[in-house]
């Protein structure tokens, strides 16, 4: 494999694009690439751009994401902090969280997207939520999601 295929420049990458092709792209073809050697650096976009995109208000928070469906079996354990207005993320999180959401790379990309609805992924059993449910569902709305 090339370089060129080893990593991509996400600066280039436009949000409302990226969600577009969320939504346009077969489930086989993102099972590849959440398995393949770009998912670190998609995951780690996708927080970064949180933290953008985030719209401020509401209540201060931890929150967990577990991402299921690492190449070696594992799963990636992010966190997001909001307070003060603001929305921090980090690969190692560090507080008690007051929800905990785990799904599988394909449903991660599709949910932060705005390409699949929280509660239904929730009520279809795609998401996994421990903590606090009420909070869960108004996690989508706190964030300006690009519409593709």
Known sequence: ??????SIDTSAVDAQEF??????AKDQDL????????RDQ??????????????????SAVIHWKITGR????EDHWEAVVADGKCTTSPAPSSDP?????????????LVTGNASGPTMFLTGKL?????????AGIQSMFAIPKG
Not at 100 to 107: A, C, E, S, V, W
């Open 71 to 74: 190449p070696d079996g594992g």
């Open 98 to 110: 007051r929800v905990t959401l785990k799904l599988n790379g394909i449903d991660f990309l599709k």
């Open 1 to 6: 494999m090339s370089n060129e295929t080893e």
């Open 31 to 38: 099972r590849e690439a959440m398995e393949g050697p770009l």
């Open 42 to 59: 998609i995951v780690r976009e996708i927080f970064k751009r949180m933290e953008e995109h985030y719209r401020g208000g509401g209540k």
């Open 19 to 24: 969600a577009r092709n969320i939504g346009q």
């Open 128 to 136: 996994k939520i421990e903590g606090d449910l009420m909070f869960a």
